[in-house]
């Protein structure tokens, strides 16, 4: 064969200047409109790409300027994803504990704890017991977590890699952590050197009260400000704005936990479900349309909170005692000591399935047995009223004959 | 207080035979009428379920139904899942790496290798890589991998716990196993009684030829008759037959395995995105539906991969050796030995992005240096001839002068 023709071609060719890509099995465009979910035709993103095809592993850009301020992440640090935060958590324990972290020396295999604050999240708790990372429980106050007792714990034992925090709204008894507290979290010294809080602000925007939602410290900055800015990660979603299972979740952290996150996703997968994240985009448009949207969840959950605590004081004062959440999604009732099971049992006798006592708590032991998560916001109102004045009745009677 | 008081109305309450739940945070189904993405309002699954709340970690049933056939596993034994099949396999390799498996005594972490015919997918690959897992490399040949090579490996290794199989339309080959392959991995001793294929079914419908898709022997059931029901883990997604990226994926297995893997996915979520599977099944409606999208995907891609067998028999004959696929998204191409970094290195100073020589071998190394992935798919008819005949000058001119 003759290299000089060849050499001329291919000169030729060079100086055409193509800009063509045989990289990957991506279907064209032709193909992708063949489906046509109703959705209008319309799936350009705001940078022009088609969010029917592969490609964008941070998440639609519109959508993460959306949330943003929410979650108090820059957009450039906030990547819009699957369908699920816990599924973000899960995933980002499983990296630290085979990888190292930004700050670490080495991955948290073998001998790690968390730091929970109870009550708290089961969810949370399965994560840690799957894995075999002790829960090292701390008690939550009105404000959040006892600082004091998280500071003495997270600075005299490096095995402590990582705190639960529902910061605003918490799971489940609706306290939002105050300046204070967290500014003590992002400057407190810890024996690891990469300790994470993980920072589930799974309700943001979720407010009851008429005033609109509470305002909590941004824990990025506080923690840049206190020399830690890898110390925080961010978690939130869309479960409880749209729709639950089918929303689109977030993770947000600092320019460095955010690159090892990419570094670890990039091989578990090629990209979010960007057609989802646009539906988003496109329905709640701004900052603005998701407020409006919650007032409208808040108009309807409102008199369901409001009536939890109405029965909760008609039958039980002086006998229990209960939070009355200005957000979320949860009411904590505490019974006497040595109750909870008791009256959990009694319900579900009664057709009351209540989630089970000792939830709230690693391992499910709840040492006092007495904490109750109450969940008002599935149920009609009328299904509520009737579910609540069984369990009054039942917690009574669970009760009866203690002081 | 009066416990007879109380005990007479507890059994009243009982007497009701209430069923309500306060268990867990769902938003009620006012709530999710606030949202209305653009679907017709339909939101009830086949059992009555409303998708658009948490719950069904195993997928929608009617959706598990379509693909059942296509994937030759039970419905029961498929789960539909999130939006994409490689983040499945990463995490089965995942759970595998720090639990034991049915028929294991342990996590595979520390010591396991995987069985990777080549050329393969660069994707497969990174996640070995990622977690340590060595790579030994088996020929592909035209019926499936070099069995006689899968056999005595696996055999005598018992740090060979995986091996990744495409068996239908290989990426990058188009091969197509036979039944014997299949028969003789389904029944071949292995080393570890734990050892499993990831059997990657990503194209079963995905077909070129115009006779309809190839049939390939069902690997459960082959597993199954050869006493070792747990070898196999099927998955699949329609990627390529709805959206990419934003469609839904499959797994399948023996009950045992089934349920190891259900147990390792309630800790990691709530469950799948449900609208988008109904959104599928309603769609797609029935397996001849998916048949008939098929053909029209088919009716788009065949003068694609008529054009590249084409423009290289014109351009490559005697030099270079190229697959022609009767399904699947590739077409592999070998040019003489030692050239196919030059072709690449060529191709991008022309503007032609070419996936890098040596991604469809493990570690990113081909040790003869001759085969290229072309992905034909996605370009305009127009500019594949332009990106096809560019190629053909860069192979030409890097071959120039062997023999």
Same mark, same amino acid.
């Given at each position: 064969m003759s290299t000089t023709l060849d050499s001329a071609q291919y000169a030729a060719l060079r100086d055409r200047g193509l800009r063509l890509d045989l990289t990957r099995g991506k279907p064209s465009a032709e193909q992708l409109d063949l489906v046509a979910f109703p959705?209008?035709?319309?799936?350009?993103?705001?940078?022009?790409?088609?969010?029917?095809?592969?490609?964008g592993l941070t998440g639609l850009?519109?959508?993460?300027?959306?949330?943003?301020?929410?979650?108090?992440?820059?957009p450039?640090?906030?990547?819009?994803?699957?369908?699920?935060?816990?599924?973000?958590?899960?995933?980002?324990?499983?990296?630290?504990?085979?990888?190292p972290l930004p700050g670490g020396a080495g991955g948290w295999l073998g001998n790690s704890a968390f730091l929970c604050p109870v009550p708290g999240y089961d969810r949370h708790f399965s994560v840690c017991e799957k894995f075999g990372i002790e829960m090292i429980t701390v008690p939550m106050l009105a404000d959040g977590p006892d600082m004091d007792a998280v500071e003495a714990l997270a600075a005299s034992d490096p095995r402590i890699k990582g705190m639960w925090c529902v910061p #605003?709204?918490?799971?489940?008894?609706? &306290? $939002?952590?105050?300046?204070?507290?967290?500014? *003590?979290? &992002?400057?407190?010294?810890?024996?690891?050197?990469?300790? *994470?809080?993980?920072?589930?602000?799974?309700?943001?925007?979720?407010?009851?009260?008429?005033?609109?939602? &509470?305002?909590?410290?941004?824990?990025?900055?506080? $923690?840049? *400000?206190?020399?830690?800015?890898? *110390?925080?990660?961010?978690?939130?979603?869309?479960? #409880?704005?749209?729709?639950?299972?089918?929303?689109?979740?977030?993770?947000?952290?600092?320019?460095?936990?955010?690159s090892w996150f990419l570094g670890h996703l990039a091989k578990q997968t090629i990209g979010p479900d960007k057609v989802n994240q646009l539906r988003h985009a496109r329905l709640l448009r701004s900052p603005e349309g998701v407020l409006e949207l919650m007032g409208r969840h808040r108009e309807i959950l409102a008199p369901k909170f409001a009536l939890v605590n109405e029965i909760l004081r008609d039958g039980l004062t002086g006998i229990a005692s209960w939070t009355v959440p200005e957000g979320g999604y949860f009411v904590t009732l505490d019974v006497p000591d040595g109750c909870a099971a008791a009256?959990?049992?009694?319900?579900?006798? &009664?057709?009351?399935?209540?989630?089970?006592?000792?939830?709230?708590?690693?391992y499910g032991r709840d040492p006092r047995d007495r904490t109750i998560r109450l969940a008002p916001t599935f149920p009609s109102l009328a299904d509520l009223e009737q579910a609540m004045r069984g369990l009054v009745t039942c917690v009574r009677l669970a009760a009866g004959g203690r002081p």
């Open positions: 959705a209008g035709g319309d799936f350009r993103a705001a940078d022009g790409s088609d969010c029917r095809n592969y490609g850009p519109e959508l993460r300027e959306i949330f943003s301020g929410f979650l108090q992440v820059p450039g640090q906030l990547l819009a994803l699957g369908n699920s935060s816990l599924t973000l958590m899960h995933d980002i324990v499983v990296h630290a504990l085979l990888f #605003k709204y918490s799971n489940p008894t609706g &306290a $939002c952590y105050s300046s204070a507290t967290i500014e *003590r979290l &992002a400057s407190m010294r810890t024996a690891a050197g990469d300790f *994470r809080l993980f920072w589930d602000n799974a309700y943001p925007v979720h407010y009851l009260s008429p005033d609109g939602p &509470a305002e909590i410290a941004p824990v990025l900055d506080a $923690c840049e *400000r206190a020399g830690n800015p890898d *110390r925080a990660f961010v978690f939130g979603s869309t479960a #409880k704005i749209t729709y639950a299972g089918a929303g689109v979740a977030f993770f947000g952290s600092s320019p460095a936990n955010v009256v959990v049992r009694l319900a579900a006798d &009664a057709g009351i399935a209540l989630t089970p006592a000792g939830a709230t708590h690693p």
